[in-house]
């Protein structure tokens, strides 16, 4: 039960279409809102690195089979012999998007009937060898910028957000207000929910949809999420539980359409405990972070190893 | 044929065996010469940031069949509808080392009949499951350090190194003194030979092993440069071509000995023309650079997109 | 409950290794049981073929993820255009072990303490790159003998197996002589133990190792049925159940020690319910049976899709 | 330089146009020329059985990288340990069509600009989850039917066919005279040009397409072997040179366009040195064909081992 009054529907379809983002950088831009990180604001994350302690937001590559990835990663190994010595080498293999593996969502990713990023139609965008626009080639020269952290469970006071009581945009204004820390164009939130305390507290409970094909219930962030990434231009979401659902609203995306609507990045299925831990430990909310996506032309996002440097 | 003396066979074992770093960090340490990057040196290379301009290291993700190919990546598409909209994914496969896939090298990728790094058994360490030492977990928290431009090319006056003439490591030290850069403990040089001008002189010539296994010549870096590394406390390689072969002293592995001798990191097949170009249209030789591998635990390395950042 | 007394431990190993084949066709051969499947037998086989109606005893290659499928099969689609036309073309990529491929196993699939097949090491002979003994490819010319349905569920006259009620050797004798249909050196026994009726009777439990990796319950055949598979040199069983969980004798491998001990082919996860309407309408319980693995050097099985035919 | 006139173009279109087999069995007909395998067919080859000699028609998997195996099969081990014992699994992979992997096409492999099989639009019919008409699952109960060699390089007494001079279709009826061996309504032809022994002469010529996509030059069958196919009711072609190249008539599918002109089934890449020398042996040019292909649904054809059985 919310705090303050559900959005309605018309305002969410106000957010994702009279507040997008189309042609804001250009009709053909396929770079999104990731044009806010500019290379001043580049620099200024940069020097917000003063202790040099880098903490990894990746979760392992998820290799094992289980009710909440139903398609393990693969990892093969081979040994080859030479005169005096030898090498191992190995195969890496991953449907990456889904609930388990820390990943980065290109442009082309999502669309609702209106289209994907920038309008553009995914039966003409889409095909058996990749995307022809917004492919996370786009972003090959990797994402770096301030990352601010919103943690929702320190703000609660809770271990971790519940299915009964989603993220609002205005819980996470505020979580800047009360720590005193304002979001800037072009930076990337990690809004840290608490998701493996929630694993640890629901351990038969897959995040995300179980097998079967039913109605998927999961903690996670309304879609009144949106309003707040769309006020202060934020060009990253770094989470680690995503949507909440059901979203309430009978919309194919929540959350997720702030990629086709604003131009975002998002990193899903972030590793946000051990952050939330360094955060409290440096007693700070802000530090560089890195995101270095692989460069596959034409791919609909990449696994990622993102880093936040204090 | 080499301006000075070529180094004798035992001298080369000499630089693997007696100046090694086994047990520099402990007997069980798995770091190597990462632990030269420190938190000083990580926040000094934040510093090099001072006009916000990024470069991709990275080649584009190999998909492409060819002679200089032989395992093409694999990248396999899946749009999925849904009520309103839908979504792409896709699937990403590589047996990533070899000489098209850019990507870092673990500990445990090689090793000589005297073991991997620090000593380790590959025969117990390398498993069905991966490695079990050396892993490139050791590396998840990522690579932030000073990365060093030694551009081959342009001290030689030549488009790119070729088969006749491979880069020695008194030519490394030539380089630094010319450009007034020294090279400092914890640094990732970053040698440019000028691998993709050559591929273009010779179209039909793969750079490393083509298929049938015979004998094979490829123009690159001769194993004296892991004095310089060793002497320089060099931390990371970031090469666009390899090591120069045959490598002349019938011994398994000449700078890749680095791995399991000095305990560095390999980053193989960069791209390093744009680089190149960055740095003179920068006119700088350092710069931040970030390396983020993919967090697999027990895996030999990880394709990786490394950035430059000026 | 067992109608007659269950096997002791000491008479379970007696039947694993007192009787094993070892050495009977010479200490390399790697063909194992299928040395029964003479010429002789395979012309008399093709006999059996009256009507020429053939019945696949496959299931669908496993796709889809789901609790009693940990590993889904991969199929990614490509199509290439050409001036005036253009193909389509695919990748399968499968790890076909497990409970839902319908596969066979080769000789070097298992083994317990004293070896594997024909007493060779594991550690020696399984490597890397696939088997140096006991490999897929010692059946590349494919088995075509004898197949007799041995229908559990119509002699029990209830739908399936179940847990409570393994299947023994016993019931197996007692189901030849009831139908007076003898089994012959070199056959294929098709064991139909009602899999599907046993999974629409239990639609939320996986056959199978569940995730988690606790203990395992699963209803099939008690390891008292090697006992009936080597006094009649039974060659091949094709089941659709496998072995029943719990054994019951702390032994590594139950009916599947078959393999290494007596060296048959086990045809596992076959789709076994329309054979078993097929004999019941042609009423008959022989038939021609194929099986044709593919050709994979060192490969430890194959997926596959048997034929019987009437 | 034929012997006889080569078709002109609009012979052929006539060919490919106006003798095809759509509406032959019904407009959604999805088994096309294999419903010329009757029951009875199926009875009548495994009466050519005799001496119960079986011969595999299959290749190897083709692990092996190299210029004529753009995407080698992949093959990937594990071992698992158990108390008291063990097993070996492994995964395969493989993007199957080329020619390399000995396969089966299903009838949604090739088009051209009026259609697939029936007339089957494949924008429509070919998506990211497979066929959804003419897929290999078509297929499931396997082919079987009497298979005819037809030995060109014994009739030519030559040991290959070679690009000066492609098989025609006047050449298969000449080899069926001479060796008094008529084709019939649904029987598997089994084309065997000596590919091994042309590949021996030309050791460093791929057979079919090299990297670099310039013009493919290779021997093989001339598109005029469709008549013979048509003529004779043909079923199934296995072959092991594929269609000549270049076709020399600006189409865009040759000898393959039988695929959905006539609703053939081929059999690529085969393996027929061994069964063209068991021809020889056993003074026969008749036999048991075998073909049991993948039950994958969707799928455009499945590598296969199929067996000729004398």
């Known amino acids: 039960m919310p705090e303050k009054p559900l959005l309605k529907k018309d305002e969410v379809l106000a957010l994702i279409r ?58 093969y190994m081979r040994t080859v012999p030479r005169p005096g010595g030898g090498f191992a080498a190995d195969y ?4 990456y998007h889904g609930v388990q593996s820390t990943h980065i969502d290109a442009l082309c990713h999502t669309w609702d009937e209106r289209g994907m990023w920038n309008g553009r139609d995914p039966e003409k965008e889409i095909g058996f060898d990749g ?7 786009a972003w090959s020269d990797g994402i770096i910028t301030r990352g601010v952290m919103l943690d ?28 005193g820390v304002p979001v800037e164009a072009g930076d990337a939130i990690c809004v840290y929910s608490g998701r493996d305390a929630w694993q640890r507290a629901n351990p038969d409970m897959p995040y995300g949809r179980p097998f079967g094909g039913g109605p998927v219930d999961r ?29 309430g609203y009978d919309i194919p995306w929540a959350v997720h359409a702030g990629i086709f609507a604003y131009g975002i990045a998002l990193l899903d299925n972030a590793l946000l405990e051990p952050l939330a831990r360094a955060c409290a430990e440096e007693n700070r909310d802000e530090f560089m ?22």
Chains 1, 2, 3, 4 share one sequence.
């Open 152 to 179: 929702v469970p320190r703000h609660r006071g809770v271990p971790s957000v519940t299915q009964d009581r989603p993220v609002h945009g205005w819980e996470l204004e505020d979580i800047c207000q009360k720590r």
């Open 131 to 137: 995307a022809t626009f917004g492919g996370i080639e």
């Open 219 to 247: 903690p996670g962030l309304h879609v009144s999420c949106l309003e707040f990434i769309r006020d202060h231009d934020v060009a990253v979401l770094v989470w680690d539980m995503l949507d909440y659902m059901p979203n």
């Open 92 to 95: 890496y293999g991953v449907f």
């Open 289 to 310: 972070l890195v995101i270095s996506p692989l460069r596959v032309k034409g791919g609909t996002g990449s696994p990622a190893n993102p880093l936040a440097v204090f």
């Open 18 to 75: 009279d507040r997008s983002n189309w042609g804001r950088w250009g009709k053909d831009d396929q770079v999104g809102a990731l044009n806010l990180v500019t290379p001043q604001k580049r620099v200024a994350a940069t020097r917000l690195v003063t202790k040099g302690r880098s903490v990894s937001l990746s979760r392992e590559f998820p290799k094992e089979p289980g009710p909440g990835n139903a398609y393990p990663a693969q990892h």
